[in-house]
């Protein structure tokens, strides 16, 4: 056990999912007993009212049933208890209860019983007070000076004091320029309210100057008021303290002084009651309560303050004292005499743990027994010593890992819906159109074992939106099939990259060895269809950008491929079809009537990848339907790098440009900070000074901050968009150069991981520098033309680059040394000679990163950069421009 816990004297839980706050703690002598000892007194935002007397058999005990006094459900949320004198006539206590929208005052007396059962409290209602403005909290005192009763002020929502003379109402009062209310205390020595205004300074009012101040019956000022009529009420003295305050308490020990402690959310301070600051303490935690007391050193005084880290901090002044740990985070705290023990600290929770505690150890009675001295056994050691090799042997040569069965111990399947859902579940689309369909995908779990805890991600790329991405499973029966159902829709106003979703469980498979259980994965991909994310669309006959597919068989009609995309499959109409993205752009598909061909273009270079991709896939789906097995598609086209390089520049500027505002947001906000410390000093400077326009400089300087920040965020979100459109068109590359090569899956495989590292694009490691490594890894591997360039080794770090010139080159290398034979393989030892030139190869470029020659021994012929010089086909194109003119 620690020594520095909290110790134990008594505790219960109040109620079941009840909350509490700061104000629903109290400790008085609540029944006016002989003996004078406090009770406790707690009020929850479910409208119960408990009063307990603690009386524990023995240190530690828990609550008992004769422990509680008085337990009555006032149906309103309590915000505040107080005890005092609040009834006329008398000097007894009461207890007053602040509820959102009333006060009430009650008398609190008990009867004593004549039998075993014990005494009985009950609790008479006094006089209430129904509020006209929703409460915040109260404070009371002997406002005015007056001798021998409290008067109750109760804060409002929207910031006005009202003032009640016990049973009758005084007057009401805004304070000025108050938005949200704060924390409320009274101080008898000077008569006045000290609170913490929303501008984060703490404000102190006479009570004489709000009881002559014009009346609040309405918050605007009416012409009378601005003509003099009545006097304003104005503040007596304010300190800018920088934060928000969570209390104020005010402590007054002798009457000559009296202190305002006020806990802020990083500082604690205590001030004069002039507003000057006596001394503050910087807390390196978040504080949740405070509780100044006296202390037995005359001139100082003790502060109990509660933090989130379940610790209860005792300073005095400013020093450190004792820290002890408590089983909750306190809300509040208060101390003091209960069951003839005195400094008692009382802790509240804000789900209901109430303790009584005092600080100090308790001695602890345990002794170590003496260690038995024996001699050591050398042979009994080297005999354990010999099994546990052993042991250690045969789980080597079993592997660390079971080895998987043939039969999974988990099936995950994922089925789409033929049809969009009737009722869109696109409730934040911001894509530009009306109505934005969505479609329902049912994931279904079938588990052969018992597992628990197993865990359900699903990921589809942006901008499409899951209405749920995580699903929780905290137990699987075997042979019990689980099924959860989502909704994916467009959110965004740009392309998708894929249209395939990511299924991914993972679950925890206990076994003999590892009762925990080994951690598996299991996955299972699905495909949304187009119609999600696009539209029947009007054809068009003239685009920026087209790409034209090979195939080995007849032309299929496009009503045959695409039928929900088309009305009626009349001749007109077959060998053409247009597409519209949710987005806006359009995508226009072309059939050939007498060629083997299909054509693809558009106004977006990236927008042709999904159309193009989905026919591909529908014709060896529509050919292995009819049993045709040979099927097979080719490009012989020119490789668009030029277009490819343009998306990738743009990315990149974007990045640049993100990189730069994030630099002026920097040096902005420290400008801002040299800013605010000047000032600070000025305002704490006892001669005032001028301030030399350094009010201004904030306000310039705080609106270049906004205005940085929102550049900050449209470049990211734009950045977001542009890594979209690269992801889309390096898909695009990456296929044209398989069907132009006729890459087998394996290589395709490598080429989209070294084109594609990443699906989302973090802020430490861009795309650029990602894909430069893994290309130039291929160019000096499998794809190098000597031992040289595979004896070069890559740099270690990777770090963002001046610009996109060396991956431009990198890329149109890559390209090159393809046409040139070679290809793509994971082992450096498969290189083979690239003495084979393809028909549609380029010129080789410069390599002085890779070969040290230099750019004047290049061949004369000429080269474009921005794409791979291919034999243009000799078939007729004229019948693929037919379509569109009949």
Not at 481 to 487: D, G, K, L, M, Q
Request: one cysteine or more.
């Amino acid at each position: 056990m620690s020594l520095f816990k909290a110790r134990d004297w008594w505790s219960t839980l109040l109620g079941e999912k009840e909350e509490f706050d700061q104000g629903c703690l109290c400790l008085a002598d609540v029944d006016n007993s002989r003996s004078g000892q406090d009770k406790i007194i707690v009020g929850s935002f479910m409208g119960y009212l408990r009063i307990f007397n603690p009386r524990p058999v023995k240190t530690g005990d828990g609550a008992q049933a004769e422990d509680l006094l008085l337990e009555v459900h006032l149906r309103d949320p309590i915000l505040q208890v107080e005890v005092g004198k609040f009834v006329s006539g008398t000097e007894m206590l009461h207890l007053a209860v602040l509820h959102s929208r009333q006060l009430c005052v009650y008398f609190v007396s008990g009867t004593l019983g004549n039998v075993e059962h014990g005494n009985q409290y009950q609790m008479k209602l006094m006089y209430k007070h129904h509020l006209q403005r929703t409460a915040c909290n109260m404070t009371y005192g002997p406002f005015g000076g007056v001798k021998g009763r409290d008067l109750i002020c109760i804060q409002s929502m929207d910031g006005m004091l009202m003032v009640f003379e016990q049973e009758s109402y005084a007057f009401g009062r805004f304070l000025p320029g108050s938005l949200l209310p704060g924390p409320l205390a009274y101080s008898a020595r000077t008569d006045s309210f000290i609170t913490v205004s929303s501008c984060r300074q703490v404000e102190s009012y006479k009570y004489q100057v709000l009881a002559f101040a014009t009346d609040a019956d309405k918050r605007e000022e009416t012409e009378q008021q601005k003509l003099g009529s009545g006097k304003r009420l104005v503040v007596d003295w304010t300190l800018n303290i920088g934060e928000q305050a969570l209390d104020i308490c005010i402590v007054s020990f002798n009457q000559s002084t009296s202190s305002v402690f006020v806990l802020g959310e990083r500082n604690f301070f205590c001030l004069k009651d002039n507003g000057q600051i006596r001394f503050m303490k910087k807390l390196d935690y978040n504080p949740s309560c405070f509780l100044p007391y006296c202390s037995v050193s005359e001139g100082t005084i003790n502060t109990l303050i509660g933090n989130h880290n379940n610790m209860l901090h005792i300073y005095q002044d400013v020093t450190l004292k004792w820290a002890t740990q408590l089983p909750h985070i306190p809300v509040a705290v208060k101390v003091g005499s209960l069951h003839d023990l005195k400094g008692v600290i009382v802790t509240l929770s804000d789900d209901g743990h109430l303790q009584c505690s005092y600080l100090g150890t308790d001695p602890s009675l345990f002794q170590a027994p003496k260690i038995e001295s024996r001699e050591l056994n050398y042979e009994e050691l080297d005999a354990e010593l010999k099994e546990l090799q052993k042991i250690i042997k045969d789980v080597k040569s079993q592997g660390v890992w079971p080895m998987t069965e043939r039969e999974d111990d988990l099936k995950v399947s994922a089925a789409v819906s033929p049809s969009l859902d009737s009722v869109s579940q696109a409730t934040d689309a911001d894509v530009g159109t009306d109505l934005v369909p969505s479609i329902t995908v049912k994931v279904t779990l079938q588990s052969r074992v018992t597992l628990q805890k197993a865990k359900l991600s699903v990921y589809v790329q942006p901008p499409l939106a899951l209405t749920c991405d995580h699903f929780s499973f905290d137990f699987l029966a075997p042979e019990v099939t689980s099924t959860v159902a989502f909704s994916v829709y467009l959110k965004r106003g740009y392309t998708p990259s894929e249209l395939e979703g990511n299924a991914v469980v993972s679950y925890a498979k206990p076994t003999d060895r590892n009762p925990d259980g080994i951690p598996r994965v299991i996955q299972c991909k699905f495909r949304l269809p187009l119609k999600l994310i696009c539209l029947p669309g009007q054809p068009s006959k003239t685009a920026s950008h087209k790409l034209t597919i090979d195939t080995n068989k007849s032309p299929v009609s496009l009503f045959n491929l695409f039928p929900g995309f088309s009305s009626q499959p009349d001749d007109d109409q077959v060998n053409v079809m247009g597409f519209c993205f949710l987005g806006g752009s359009r995508v226009t598909l072309l059939a050939s009537k007498t060629s083997q061909r299909y054509r693809i273009q558009s106004e977006q270079f990236e927008d042709l990848w999904l159309i193009t991709n989905e026919l591909i896939l529908r014709l060896q789906e529509y050919f292995e339907k009819q049993g045709i097995k040979d099927f097979a598609c080719s490009f012989s086209g020119f490789i668009p790098l030029q277009e490819y390089f343009e998306l990738i520049d743009h990315h990149f500027e974007l990045r640049l440009n993100g990189q730069k505002l994030e630099e002026l947001l920097s040096q902005r906000a420290v400008q801002f900070r040299a800013i605010e410390r000047r000032l600070l000093t000025r305002f704490k400077d006892k001669t005032p000074a001028p301030l030399q326009h350094l009010d201004t400089l904030l306000d310039g300087t705080y609106k270049q901050i906004i205005a940085l920040a929102d550049a900050v965020e449209e470049n990211q979100a734009n950045l977001v968009h542009a890594f979209a459109r690269l992801k889309s068109a390096t898909h695009l590359v990456i296929l044209l150069i398989g069907l132009w090569q006729k890459l087998s899956p394996d290589q395709v495989a490598i080429l989209e991981a070294a084109l594609l590292p990443l699906q989302e694009e973090p802020q430490e490691l861009g795309w650029e520098e990602t894909v430069d490594a893994a290309v130039s890894h291929l160019l000096k591997t499998c794809l190098s033309k000597s031992s040289k360039e595979q004896a070069l080794n890559l740099s270690s770090h990777l770090n963002m680059p001046k610009d996109t010139s060396r991956l431009k080159k990198h890329i149109t290398l890559l390209c090159d040394r393809l046409a040139k034979g070679g290809r793509l393989c994971l082992s450096a030892d498969a290189a083979t000679p690239q003495t084979i030139v393809m028909p549609g190869g380029c010129t080789p470029i410069p390599e002085s990163d890779l070969e040290e020659r230099s750019a004047e021994q290049d061949s004369t012929e000429p080269f474009t950069s921005h794409r791979l010089l291919i034999a243009e086909p000799s078939a007729p194109e004229g019948s693929i421009h037919q379509g569109l003119s009949e």
